[in-house]
């Protein structure tokens, strides 16, 4: 298959790109920086500038396309405080690519989360969660990708573990162990027995091209290798690799990373799992952070 891609060079389409071409797909990567040009085309895909504002380009290059993994999103803007463009762009994005593949069955793959979806539960493939609950705006793209499967396309959804881990990851692990190496402790929030799931991003990468090759159309899947592992073991293996005493913090100690850390998130991947056959094989976060890819200081 020929699959354009969105955010192909980021953290999880960098894994997805050569999960797609190792299986013998050809990719098409969205770049719209140099850095990201050059980092596709070195991992053996087709560059195609451009960025989530350029509609046009995004629907001419999904038409030519046999399917389309969309991982890009605006995180810059929504860390900027603008968490509502980011998602109205997303959605945009979304509804592009189902025109461009509208009556084709072919597949479009969008890439989703899970934190906030039935906080202090497990949450299920099942779980439809409303656009005012906590997992805030992109509950809306979901559902207009998963509303696509009634206009003959393949259209699914894989929800993302708030931790996708591996060697390089930068994001809210990564934040969590800056936080200990500045002040000095390995904090969690209250007694620590609140959970976040987590998946490493190769065997999410690998989700993400069973999707393409045979998830049904309406799909919902959970890239959630573990269903939840306690914040407190986090910050004691931090606490381990620090040589930090680890504590109780306010969630002010993260700043506005503190709240989401404080938060009880549990997914089952059991569906995912049966209906394409997902079976995790790389590390858990533990191992990971037993390893010391997130504690090494970095070379300069």
Do not use: C
């Amino acid at each position: 298959m020929r699959v354009f891609v969105t955010g192909a060079g980021g953290w999880i389409g960098s894994a997805v790109v050569p999960e797609l071409i190792d299986a013998g797909h050809e990719v098409v990567g969205l770049a719209r920086s140099d850095a990201s040009a050059e980092a596709i085309a070195a991992a053996g895909a087709v560059v195609q500038r451009g960025s989530l504002d350029d509609l046009e380009g995004l629907r001419s290059t999904a038409a030519a396309s046999d399917g389309v993994i969309h991982l890009a999103f605006k995180h810059d803007v929504a860390f900027s405080g603008d968490f509502k463009a980011a998602s109205d762009a997303d959605r945009q994005a979304i509804e592009t690519f189902g025109a461009a593949l509208e009556g084709s069955d072919r597949p479009l793959v969008i890439a989703s989360g899970l934190a906030g979806l039935k906080p202090g539960a497990v949450a299920t493939e099942e779980d439809m969660p409303e656009p005012d609950s906590p997992a805030g705006h992109r509950v809306l793209s979901e559902r207009t990708a998963l509303a696509l499967a009634g206009s003959g396309v393949r259209s699914s959804s894989v929800r993302l573990a708030p931790t996708v881990h591996g060697e390089g990851d930068h994001g809210f692990v990564a934040m969590i162990v800056d936080t200990a190496r500045e002040t000095g402790v390995s904090g969690h929030v209250g007694d620590g027995a609140n959970r976040w799931p987590a998946v490493h991003r190769r065997d999410a990468a690998r989700l993400f091209r069973l999707a393409l090759e045979n998830a049904p159309a309406g799909s919902v899947l959970h890239a959630s290798a573990e269903q939840g592992v306690a914040t407190r073991a986090i910050a004691e293996e931090i606490g381990r690799q620090l040589d930090a005493p680890v504590a109780s913090v306010d969630p002010e100690h993260f700043g506005w990373l503190g709240g989401f850390f404080a938060m009880d998130i549990q997914a089952s991947s059991a569906r995912t799992r049966e209906l394409l056959g997902w079976a995790p094989t790389e590390p858990g976060l533990l191992d990971d952070l037993a390893e010391g890819r997130y504690t090494r200081e970095p070379v300069t």
